[in-house]
Structures are given as C-alpha cells and as structure tokens.
C-alpha cells in the first residue's frame, strides 16, 4: 500500500499483538511490520549479547528509586541537548549498542533506531541517542514487559521530521532463555516505506 493511500484512509490504530498471532486492532501495516519481526529480529533479541547486558543491567538498577530514576532522565535529557556526556556515552559505548547499530546498518534504511531497555524501563543500549532515558512510563515498555515474554506492540505510523520517514514503533518485550521470564525490552523503528 502506497503511504498516501493509507494517509488519506485515516486508518491510524494502536496493535498488541504476538510475535505469530493476530492482531485485534493495527496499523496497515501490521502483518508486514509481524513478518519483519520474525524474520530479522526474532532471531537475535535472544542473543547473549542483548540478554547479558539487560541482566546486567537490572541487577545494577533493581535498587534504584524513583527519584533516583528521575535524576538520571533528567541527565540523560541534558546530555541528549548537549549532543553528549558521561551517562550518554556510557551507554553509546557499550558492548550491546554496538551489537544494535550493527543491526541497524544491516538493515539498510528498514530500522530507523534500536534500543533495549531493562526492567524499570531504562536504557540498556542504543543504536542513536534517545530523547529520553527512562522509557517505562510509555506504552513502547508498558505494552510489552508489563505484559509477559510474548507481548508485541506495534504503535502507529507516524512522520519522523528528523529522518523525512514513515516509521512504526515495533515493541517486543525480550525474556531470558533461560527462564523463560522478561527481563526488559526492545523497541524498533521501522521505515515503513522500506517494508515488502
């Protein structure tokens, strides 16, 4: 489907829907967006590197407190104006966000950004910089983690000004393989435009 067509429908809807099942409510572009998911994600959000830096991760935050939790947003947020610092690249320099830009490059131009974010909703890793830090106050984390180890969501199609795309937000909460129990998140844009 043409981007115009689907604009000039009004057919904007939220999805939360499994990585096989169907969905009670999505976008157009929902079945494809499900697809690209098995086919190029499903495969490596288990990955050790991804798993091993959330667990890592939650046990370094699982103390962390509210306020704590608003001081280091209110950093990062600093920091994403600045262009950079500490906490920024900490997170830019790691082991997954490397792993995730990899990702994004393969990708060529389908993945607009990728970030894992741990149990509290935090920024585990990083393809670009976020706007924000803390993302467990929003449906991309609320959707997925809250909800169990196979929730996806796919959010609306929007217009990003910054990169001129049709994207969607696909939203997959990530388990441990272990257990079988989540562990954090993932969120994926995806230029729609590029979809099959």
């Known amino acids: 489907m043409r981007i115009g067509t689907y604009l000039a429908q009004g057919v904007i809807a939220v999805s939360l829907i499994a990585f096989g099942g169907t969905s009670a409510s999505a976008n157009d572009f929902a079945d494809q967006i499900t697809a690209t998911l098995n086919d190029q994600v499903k495969g490596w959000i288990s990955d050790p590197v991804v798993v091993e830096a959330i667990k890592a991760q939650n046990a370094e935050t ?29 997170v830019l320099a790691n082991k997954l966000s490397a792993f995730l830009k990899e990702k994004k490059a393969a990708s060529n131009g389908l993945f ?10 935090l920024n585990v890793g990083q393809s670009d910089i976020t706007s924000d830090y803390m993302q467990g106050d929003e449906d991309k984390w609320q959707k997925t983690y809250l909800v169990g180890p196979d929730a996806v969501f796919i959010d609306e199609v ?10 969607s937000q696909a939203n997959v909460t990530i388990a441990d393989p272990a257990s079988g129990q989540p562990i954090g998140a993932i969120t994926i844009g995806i230029n729609v435009e590029k979809l099959n």
């Open 112 to 121: 607009s950004e990728i970030f894992v974010m741990d149990g509290k909703g």
């Open 158 to 167: 929007e217009f990003d000004d910054s990169s001129g795309q049709f994207q």
């Open 62 to 90: 699982s103390g962390l407190s509210e306020a704590d939790i608003d001081a280091l947003d209110k950093q990062w947020r600093a920091e994403a104006n600045a262009g950079s610092g500490p906490l920024i690249d900490e």
